[in-house]
């Protein structure tokens, strides 16, 4: 069963990339939209860990 879900994520995702390339050369509206909605989701992901590294440099810098 989590085989499955997992499949459907990766099947997901690599659509995901497929529409944003497609979106830069000009695909119909339908996929720009959903290039959109990945990137977007790409930088809510990215955020967390960033704020986290930027956390982690200043607790670092306060021991010197």
């Known amino acids: 069963m989590v085989g499955l879900i997992l499949l459907g994520v990766l099947v997901l995702a690599v659509g995901g990339c497929a529409c944003v390339v497609w979106a830069e050369r000009g695909g119909p509206r339908w996929v720009r939209g959903v290039a959109t909605v990945m990137l977007a989701a790409g930088k809510l992901v990215r955020r967390p860990d960033k704020n ?9 810098d306060d021991g010197d």
């Open 52 to 60: 986290r590294r930027r956390r982690l440099q200043r607790s670092g």
